[in-house]
């Protein structure tokens, strides 16, 4: 029984049973304010999971945006506005001259729905290439190309390994060869490379640039476009730049955007070449009810302005590296640690049974996140062993924020371990 057991069952019997919760004791917050979540009784989390509300639970800023164009006008994007024209133009100023069109949808599944669907129109192929964890949404297409779900992989998709930079580097590129040269011997040809900045589902990994470029020239070589998932690794998440395929020192044909744009308010995005762009939209239409209506356009604007004006891109690189060490500190005296990765405020810690065998310890990892919520600090875990602590907060993280994750992960794994 659970504190909250009728609530759960209320739950199950009015969503049914395909939504999951988090914890083995549900959270139930009533209030959300910068880094923290309150529950009724006034308990306060850290939050230390949610790059959704990357400026921090209910920014000011971004709920004043929102009231007021909500109390104006909201419409769609078949009348005139101005607020999607501002905000393309700061938006696309943020990319690669080359990346000068802005599609907008309400999720981050929508948005690489769109991708796979440009993807496919311009290569005239239909083969999409995803690492073999990944998550990239939940349309029935992009279902498809998000293995970690559990559907199935169709005869439109090839999985290939994710760049493991601990067990296994560099192998992901020899089969992603053998993959691209099989499909060849099949007179087949892929329509599109679809990765995530930091492979957040396969269990964070940051591999050399020169990896990445390798794998986005085979494909685009053999006929494919490379379609660069931002929706968890952009807006300033990994410090150094303000989008995760920068790390990787090339540019994408497309790239997709979700969870922080709007923090917490349903906007996403697609950026794409306009010469691709121009291809697909003489032959096909899209519409998005919702995508890009004036209210979703000021929330997002007002995301960029809090970014800027709290320098929360400077923030996540200074704080990231500050976590950083402290989680080496932690591998010191930790053996369960088997390896500490990322990039700004998103960090994987791969626990493993020993430093020999690397057996991953998943039972372990459920122990140590639902331990740290006891103890008042969310994170998750990730990967497909589920044995990679998921460490990303908002880009608002202090350095007090930081050290109460890391002396909390201290006490929890001296406990469990
Ligand atoms: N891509 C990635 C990398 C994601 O993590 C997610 C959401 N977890 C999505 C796409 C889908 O975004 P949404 O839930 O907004 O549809």
């Not at 640039?209 to 998440?237: K, L, M, P, T």
């Not at 998943?362 to 996140?369: E, F, I, Q, W």
Request: with cysteine; aromatic share 8%; charged share 20%.
């Amino acid at each position: 029984m659970t504190e909250h057991s009728a609530l759960i069952q209320r739950r199950q019997r009015l969503l049914g049973r395909s939504y999951r919760l988090f914890y083995q004791q549900p959270l139930y917050p009533v209030k959300g304010e910068g880094v923290w979540l309150y529950e009724a009784d006034g308990k306060r989390y850290l939050d230390a999971y949610n790059n959704v509300v990357s400026v921090g639970h209910c920014h000011p800023r971004v709920v004043e945006a929102i009231c007021q164009q909500a109390a104006q006008l909201n419409t769609h994007t078949r009348y005139l506005h101005d607020s999607i024209l501002d905000y393309a133009e700061r938006l696309l100023a943020l990319f690669p001259d080359v990346l000068n069109n802005l599609t907008l949808t309400c999720s981050g599944s929508e948005a690489n729905d769109l991708a796979l669907r440009i993807a496919r129109e311009v290569t005239g192929n239909r083969i999409a290439l995803v690492t073999r964890w990944a998550y990239h949404g939940t349309t029935s297409s992009i279902a498809e190309l998000s293995p970690s779900l559990g559907v199935g992989v169709s005869d439109q998709v090839r999985l290939i390994d994710a760049p493991d930079t601990f067990r296994a580097p560099g192998q992901w590129l020899q089969q992603l060869r053998q993959v691209l040269d099989q499909m060849a011997a099949e007179g087949l040809r892929p329509a599109a490379l679809m990765m995530d900045g930091l492979f957040s589902s396969d269990g964070i990994f940051s591999p050399p640039a020169a990896e990445i470029q390798q794998a986005v020239n085979w494909v685009r070589q053999a006929g494919g476009v490379y379609i660069a998932d931002e929706v968890q690794s952009g807006f300033a998440r990994t410090g150094d730049d303000f989008w995760g395929f920068c790390r990787y020192q090339l540019v994408p044909d497309l790239v997709t955007l979700g969870k922080p744009m709007g923090n917490g308010h349903p906007v996403a995005g697609l950026v794409a070449r306009s010469d691709l762009l121009d291809l697909f939209g003489e032959r096909q239409r899209y519409f998005n009810t919702f995508g890009g209506n004036p209210v979703s356009c000021c929330a997002a604007a007002a995301v960029l302005d809090v970014i800027e004006s709290e320098h929360l891109q400077v923030n996540a690189r200074i704080q990231g590296q500050r976590l950083g060490r402290q989680l080496n500190d932690l591998a010191q005296r930790h053996e369960v640690i088997g390896d500490i990765r990322g990039a700004g405020l998103f960090y994987g810690v791969e626990l493993v049974k020993d430093r020999n065998s690397l057996a991953p310890a998943t039972a372990l990892a459920s122990r140590v996140v639902n331990g740290m919520r006891e103890a008042g600090v969310l994170i998750s875990a990730t990967g497909p062993d589920a044995n990679v602590l998921k460490i990303r907060p908002p880009l608002v993280f202090t350095a007090e924020h930081v050290e109460l994750l890391s002396d909390t992960l201290d006490q929890v794994l001296t406990r469990l371990s």
